[in-house]
C-alpha cells in the first residue's frame, strides 16, 4: 500500500486542507468490500448509490445522514439454531459502510428491489451560491 504526501500541495493550495485530510483519512482505512456497491452519476446533480444486500429485509437495514456523512447500516437477526455449511459463500453479517457526501447533497429516497438498496442523491446549491452575471456601470476611472 503506497501512503502519498500531501504536504506540498499544503503550501499552494489554500482552503483545500479539508480535502486533502479526507483522501489521507481514506486511503488508511478501508472497510473491505462487504456490501459490495456502485455510485452511479444519472444527471449533473443527482447521484444513486446501489448496494447489493441480498438477505437483509427492509427493516434490518438503517440509514443515517449526519451532516455531510452517509451512514448504511444492516444488522440481521441473530440465529439460535447453528447451521452447519458444506460451504458458505454468502455473508450473512453485519455490515457498516461510510460514504462522505460533498457540500449540498442529500438523500432524497431510498428502496429495495431484487436485493438491491438504492440510495438516490440530489445536490441542491442555495440560489445564494450559484453563479451569477455582474452587470458593469460605467466608467468607474476618477478624472482630475
Wanted: no cysteine; proline share 4%.
Amino acid at each position: 500500500m503506497r501512503n502519498v504526501d500531501f504536504t506540498p500541495l499544503y503550501r499552494s493550495a489554500i482552503g483545500f486542507d479539508r480535502l486533502f485530510n479526507q483522501m489521507e483519512n481514506h486511503s488508511a482505512k478501508t472497510n473491505g468490500g462487504y456490501p459490495p456497491y456502485n455510485i452511479e452519476q444519472q444527471s449533473e446533480n443527482k447521484y444513486r448509490i446501489t448496494m447489493a444486500v441480498a438477505g437483509f429485509a427492509d427493516n434490518q437495514i438503517d440509514l443515517t445522514q449526519h451532516e455531510n456523512m452517509l451512514i448504511v447500516r444492516g444488522e440481521r437477526p441473530k440465529d439460535i439454531e447453528e447451521k452447519t455449511y458444506l460451504y458458505q459463500g454468502i455473508a450473512e453479517r453485519d455490515f457498516e459502510r461510510k460514504f462522505q457526501l460533498a457540500d449540498y447533497v442529500k438523500v432524497v429516497g431510498a428502496t429495495m428491489e431484487n436485493g438491491l438498496l438504492h440510495v438516490d442523491l440530489e445536490r441542491e446549491i442555495p440560489e445564494a451560491m450559484q453563479p451569477r452575471k455582474i452587470a458593469i456601470n460605467g466608467n468607474n476611472l476618477l478624472e482630475g
